[in-house]
Protein backbone atom coordinates (compact mmCIF):
# COMPACT_ATOMS: atom_id res chain seq x y z
CA UNK A 1 0.00 0.00 0.00
CA UNK A 2 1.71 3.65 -0.89
CA UNK A 3 0.74 6.03 1.53
CA UNK A 4 0.64 9.85 0.16
CA UNK A 5 2.47 12.28 2.25
CA UNK A 6 2.75 16.13 0.66
CA UNK A 7 6.30 17.14 0.88
CA UNK A 8 6.44 18.71 4.32
CA UNK A 9 4.76 15.74 5.70
CA UNK A 10 7.43 13.01 4.76
CA UNK A 11 10.29 15.53 5.30
CA UNK A 12 8.96 15.69 8.81
CA UNK A 13 8.84 11.99 8.67
CA UNK A 14 12.00 12.16 7.54
CA UNK A 15 13.56 14.07 10.25
CA UNK A 16 11.72 12.24 12.46
CA UNK A 17 13.68 8.91 11.20
CA UNK A 18 16.72 10.79 11.58
CA UNK A 19 16.28 10.64 15.27
CA UNK A 20 15.27 7.43 15.76
CA UNK A 21 11.40 7.39 15.41
CA UNK A 22 11.00 3.96 13.79
CA UNK A 23 7.39 4.75 13.12
CA UNK A 24 8.13 7.82 11.03
CA UNK A 25 10.79 5.48 8.88
CA UNK A 26 7.79 3.11 8.42
CA UNK A 27 5.86 6.16 7.33
CA UNK A 28 8.72 7.40 4.94
CA UNK A 29 9.04 3.60 3.66
CA UNK A 30 5.48 3.49 2.98
CA UNK A 31 5.05 6.53 1.19
CA UNK A 32 8.29 6.07 -1.25
CA UNK A 33 9.13 2.63 -1.50
CA UNK A 34 6.85 1.96 -4.67
CA UNK A 35 8.52 4.94 -6.32
CA UNK A 36 12.17 4.30 -5.52
CA UNK A 37 11.83 0.61 -6.19
CA UNK A 38 11.00 2.33 -9.65
CA UNK A 39 13.65 4.11 -9.97
CA UNK A 40 15.91 0.57 -8.70
CA UNK A 41 14.22 -1.35 -11.66
CA UNK A 42 14.31 1.29 -14.51
CA UNK A 43 18.43 1.39 -13.90
CA UNK A 44 18.64 -2.43 -12.67
CA UNK A 45 16.24 -4.19 -15.32
CA UNK A 46 15.61 -6.63 -12.77
CA UNK A 47 13.07 -7.01 -9.99
CA UNK A 48 15.05 -9.17 -7.63
CA UNK A 49 18.49 -7.01 -8.04
CA UNK A 50 16.52 -3.85 -7.49
CA UNK A 51 14.71 -4.88 -4.76
CA UNK A 52 18.30 -5.97 -3.08
CA UNK A 53 18.72 -2.65 -3.77
CA UNK A 54 15.87 -1.22 -2.42
CA UNK A 55 17.04 -2.74 0.69
CA UNK A 56 20.00 -0.99 0.92
CA UNK A 57 18.51 2.12 0.07
CA UNK A 58 16.27 2.13 3.00
CA UNK A 59 19.40 0.92 5.62
CA UNK A 60 21.15 4.20 3.92
CA UNK A 61 18.02 6.48 4.60
CA UNK A 62 17.91 5.02 8.19
CA UNK A 63 21.43 5.44 8.39
CA UNK A 64 21.40 9.27 6.72
CA UNK A 65 18.07 10.31 7.54
CA UNK A 66 19.24 13.18 9.96
CA UNK A 67 21.48 14.37 7.25
CA UNK A 68 18.51 15.45 5.32
CA UNK A 69 18.20 18.93 4.87
CA UNK A 70 14.59 20.32 3.74
CA UNK A 71 16.18 23.84 2.55
CA UNK A 72 18.69 21.47 0.11
CA UNK A 73 16.15 19.48 -1.76
CA UNK A 74 12.88 17.88 -1.55
CA UNK A 75 12.45 14.63 -0.07
CA UNK A 76 11.89 12.80 -2.91
CA UNK A 77 14.84 13.57 -4.67
CA UNK A 78 16.79 13.18 -1.84
CA UNK A 79 15.81 9.62 -1.51
CA UNK A 80 15.67 8.97 -5.23
CA UNK A 81 19.16 10.20 -5.64
CA UNK A 82 20.44 7.72 -2.84
CA UNK A 83 18.22 4.74 -4.79
CA UNK A 84 20.00 5.81 -7.90
CA UNK A 85 23.22 6.21 -6.45
CA UNK A 86 23.18 2.32 -4.80
CA UNK A 87 21.57 1.21 -8.02
CA UNK A 88 24.75 2.38 -9.96
CA UNK A 89 26.82 1.22 -7.11
CA UNK A 90 25.39 -2.66 -7.79
CA UNK A 91 25.72 -1.94 -11.62
CA UNK A 92 29.39 -1.03 -11.35
CA UNK A 93 29.85 -3.91 -8.61
CA UNK A 94 28.26 -6.54 -10.76
CA UNK A 95 29.91 -5.52 -14.28
CA UNK A 96 29.53 -7.57 -17.18
CA UNK A 97 27.46 -10.26 -15.62
CA UNK A 98 24.25 -8.32 -15.62
CA UNK A 99 21.72 -8.97 -17.64
CA UNK A 100 18.40 -7.02 -18.26
CA UNK A 101 15.12 -8.81 -18.04
CA UNK A 102 12.85 -7.96 -20.54
CA UNK A 103 10.02 -5.36 -19.80
CA UNK A 104 7.15 -8.00 -20.66
CA UNK A 105 8.32 -9.43 -16.94
CA UNK A 106 6.68 -5.77 -15.56
CA UNK A 107 3.11 -6.55 -17.29
CA UNK A 108 1.56 -8.61 -14.71
CA UNK A 109 2.52 -5.57 -11.70
CA UNK A 110 0.14 -3.46 -9.92
CA UNK A 111 -0.37 0.19 -10.78
CA UNK A 112 0.61 2.18 -8.14
CA UNK A 113 0.24 5.26 -9.71
CA UNK A 114 -0.42 8.36 -8.05
CA UNK A 115 -3.06 9.81 -6.57
CA UNK A 116 -4.74 12.35 -8.25
CA UNK A 117 -3.25 15.17 -5.67
CA UNK A 118 0.09 14.03 -6.15
CA UNK A 119 0.42 13.99 -9.83
CA UNK A 120 -0.87 17.52 -9.98
CA UNK A 121 2.06 18.26 -7.43
CA UNK A 122 4.75 16.10 -9.97
CA UNK A 123 3.01 17.74 -12.47
CA UNK A 124 3.86 21.18 -10.92
CA UNK A 125 6.99 20.69 -9.46
CA UNK A 126 8.00 18.69 -12.91
CA UNK A 127 7.01 21.96 -15.12
CA UNK A 128 9.15 24.21 -12.78
CA UNK A 129 12.27 22.01 -13.19
CA UNK A 130 11.57 21.63 -17.18
CA UNK A 131 11.48 25.66 -17.10
CA UNK A 132 14.99 25.46 -14.98
CA UNK A 133 16.61 22.67 -17.14
CA UNK A 134 15.51 25.04 -20.38
CA UNK A 135 17.83 27.69 -18.59
CA UNK A 136 20.79 25.80 -19.35
CA UNK A 137 23.21 25.10 -22.10
CA UNK A 138 22.44 22.05 -24.18
CA UNK A 139 25.53 20.11 -23.47
CA UNK A 140 24.91 21.01 -19.23
CA UNK A 141 20.80 20.12 -19.65
CA UNK A 142 21.98 16.96 -21.70
CA UNK A 143 24.58 15.62 -19.25
CA UNK A 144 21.71 15.84 -16.15
CA UNK A 145 19.18 14.99 -17.81
CA UNK A 146 21.32 11.15 -19.11
CA UNK A 147 22.89 11.22 -15.33
CA UNK A 148 19.63 11.66 -13.42
CA UNK A 149 16.63 10.52 -15.87
CA UNK A 150 18.75 7.65 -17.67
CA UNK A 151 20.73 6.03 -14.87
CA UNK A 152 23.94 6.95 -17.07
CA UNK A 153 27.45 7.19 -14.61
CA UNK A 154 29.59 10.59 -14.96
CA UNK A 155 32.30 7.92 -16.56
CA UNK A 156 30.21 6.66 -19.20
CA UNK A 157 28.71 10.22 -20.02
CA UNK A 158 32.40 11.91 -19.82
CA UNK A 159 33.62 8.85 -22.27
CA UNK A 160 30.10 9.41 -25.17
CA UNK A 161 31.15 13.27 -24.81
CA UNK A 162 34.92 12.86 -25.08
CA UNK A 163 35.63 14.52 -22.18
CA UNK A 164 37.44 14.20 -19.35
CA UNK A 165 35.58 12.84 -16.38
CA UNK A 166 36.54 16.29 -14.01
CA UNK A 167 34.96 18.15 -16.74
CA UNK A 168 31.68 16.10 -16.77
CA UNK A 169 31.61 16.20 -13.07
CA UNK A 170 31.88 20.39 -13.32
CA UNK A 171 29.07 20.68 -15.71
CA UNK A 172 26.61 18.60 -13.15
CA UNK A 173 27.67 20.33 -10.78
CA UNK A 174 27.79 23.57 -11.77
CA UNK A 175 24.38 23.08 -13.80
CA UNK A 176 23.04 21.22 -10.15
CA UNK A 177 23.21 24.41 -8.79
CA UNK A 178 22.06 26.85 -11.30
CA UNK A 179 19.19 24.52 -11.10
CA UNK A 180 18.83 24.59 -7.72
CA UNK A 181 19.17 28.79 -7.78
CA UNK A 182 16.13 28.77 -10.28
CA UNK A 183 14.02 26.04 -8.63
CA UNK A 184 14.26 28.62 -5.30
CA UNK A 185 12.87 31.73 -7.04
Known amino acids: MTLALTRDELAA?????GAGDRSAFKTVYEATSAKLLGVCLRILGDRQLAEDVLQDT?????????????????????????????????????????????????ESRADEG??????????????RLQVCLNELEDRTRNAIRTAFFDGMTYEQLAEREGTPLGTMKSWIRRGLLRLRSCLER
Open 114 to 127: PLASDAVEADQEAA
Open 13 to 17: ALGRA
Open 58 to 106: YLTVWRKAGDFDPARASPITWLATIARNRSIDRLRSAGARMVAAPVEVL
